[in-house]
């Protein structure tokens, strides 16, 4: 079971958050400040941990930069009032590892967490993905399903890697935004479904696996075994 | 006149010796006679000789050349005179001399002419010395303005020693601004401490919902659960909007700022919008000038704006219509340009677009919040580029500029000041 720490003040948000982990399997560890949220950090133990950027008592980014400048590599999410791109900046400077804006669905920060635990460790470089049938390679950019190679254009490769990297985990919209173009805003409904849309029907077809939509929240890339 | 009436009702006989003994009393050299007989020949007085252009009607007549005179001059300047047929046959004439009076005239004129001269002249050159400092002023105070006008509101206008005019009136506008700032502080506070009130019971709100989502439901009610979670997801989006429209205003924000290629952000923007285009049975034509310079600014902004521009013409663009997207050089600028042939922006509202949450009346159908232009508008802004809507060329449709003035232009503008 993955265990999680939560550092946030507000108790109804932490409570929608802590309840939302307990769902999803977590077991969760709250802390309604950041004195108790250090200690709590610093004792260990934890997958990740999501922080709340303002505190009463300490500054969200003075925490993290704690437990960084201790050598704990404890994934953190960070959440933040605090939108403008300069502070996702500092937030992830500071060493987070996730930025997470209020309000925010508890769909995309439990998607985050998720993400943040399967992330590879640093250093270490893959070459080959593997999803059901398909095949990636990473080097030479090039899809394969049963020996037959699949062209794909660099966006659509893109968003394959990064499902496939995320394969059976809910990732939303502004994940895959964020991800694969790179840019920190919510481009709307439409575009990312078609963008979607394509690199379905380009997999599509025997028992590959397919990139379901979750209505209202984004999608997953299943395995149809 | 009076002379000519009173020599009149002097008998012919006494006239020599009452024009004699006149002129003991009259001014020397200003009034003088002459006596002649029919023929012309001088009898008595100072006036030598008949002058024929002198008409003998008894009337004063002005001469502009003298006549001729005994000493002291020879010649009177101009004079007044009056020509006089007697009953016996001789002619008189009586004169007075103008000339002295024009030449007081003269010495006045002159008399004026320097006076005017010496100090008409002292007084330019001393306006222009005089000038030259408040003017002075009056620049510093107007690079003061522009600097206020584009964001600067910490700033104030400069006050001199001298406590005069001038500094009163900057003074009286130092105190606006004060309050102008105080205002907006007061208003940029309200507005953050509105966004910050919402955030919270926002947060909680969508925790709610998803909460709920979570519990087994029936399908009725968990049809009403989506569309509460909808309808909190566009609450979200346009508030998210409004806030990050307020922070992209605080126009001093540039420290993202870098150098990057307009052509690259172009070609991305293109192909992230083409499969939409394509879906929506449009077609998207892409046109790049090569050999685009780089600009400064921040790419993930300018992105957003160039998304916002595209969603917009596709959202508006009839099936089967045409967008063209380009970039190119058009003399000192860099342009980036959106081109549609959907309904177009009436004239009237082109202002009005690019204000928060304003839709033209047409479009009010059309799903989106209204703030795509006035956030563009807002990220033209503080990169100090233009945002320009006008009619498309083909004469129906939307054209959406960004233009960029490029950067070497920018450095010679600001030279010579």
Known sequence: MNRALVIEDDEVTAKAIVNTLTSHGFEVLWTANGRDGLSAAISGGHDVITLDRMLPDFDGLTIISTLRSLGIQTPVLMISALSDVDERVKGLRSGGDDYLTKPFSTVEMIARVEVLLRRPLAGVSER???VGNLHIDLIEQSLSREGVQIPLLPTEFKLLTYFMRNAGQLVTRTMLF???????????????????????????????????????????????? | MQRAHYY?????????????????????????????????????????????????????HYLERGLSIALPREQTRSS????????DGRILILSRDG??????????EQALFWGFSLTLIPGLIGWWL??????RRVQRLQSCTESIVSGNLGERLPLSPRRDELDMLANAVNVMLEHIEQLMHEVKGACDGIAHDLRTPLT???????????LPLDSSHAETLNMALEESESIMLRFQGLLRISELEDTRRRSGFESFQPAALITQAHEFFEPLAQEQGLTLLLEI???????????????????????????????????????????????????????????????????????????RQQPGHGLGLSLVSAIVRLHGFVLSIQESPRGCGATVSIICPLPEVKASLAAPS
């Not at chain 2, 000339?99 to 006045?108: E, H």
């Not at chain 2, 919902?209 to 979570?214: E, F, H, S, T, V």
């Not at chain 2, 099936?319 to 063209?324: A, F, K, M």
């Open chain 2, 80 to 87: 007044h005179a009056l020509m006089q047929h007697r009953d």
């Open chain 2, 8 to 60: 009149q009702k002097i008998d012919d006989a006494s006239l020599k010796d009452e024009l004699a003994a006149s002129e003991v009393y009259s001014t020397s050299g200003i009034d003088a006679y002459g006596l002649f007989e029919a023929d012309g020949t001088h009898i008595a007085g100072d006036l030598l000789r008949l002058r024929a252009s002198l008409p003998g009607d008894g009337q004063v």
């Open chain 1, 178 to 225: 964020q991800a694969v173009w790179g840019y920190h805003f919510d481009p709307g409904t439409n575009i990312i479904d078609v963008h979607i849309g394509r690199l379905r029907k380009k997999i599509e077809g025997g028992n590959s696996p397919v990139i379901q939509t979750i209505r209202g929240s984004g999608y997953v890339l299943a395995s149809q075994e």
């Open chain 2, 289 to 363: 000038s090569a050999d685009l310079p780089a600009l400064s600014g921040d790419v993930s902004l300018l992105f957003e704006a160039l998304v916002n521009l595209l969603d917009n013409a596709i959202k508006f663009t009839p099936e089967g219509g045409v967008i063209h997207f380009r970039g190119y050089l058009a003399g000192n600028s860099l342009n980036i340009e959106v081109s549609d042939n959907g309904p177009g922006i009436p004239e009237e509202e082109r202002e009005s677009v690019i204000r928060r949450l304003y839709r033209v009346d047409s479009t």
């Open chain 1, 128 to 130: 080959l993905l593997s």
């Open chain 2, 130 to 135: 005089l000038r030259r400092r408040p003017l």
């Open chain 2, 204 to 214: 909680r709100l969508r925790a709610h919902l998803d909460q709920l989502q979570q």
């Open chain 2, 99 to 108: 000339g002295s009076i024009s030449a007081v005239g003269g010495i006045i």
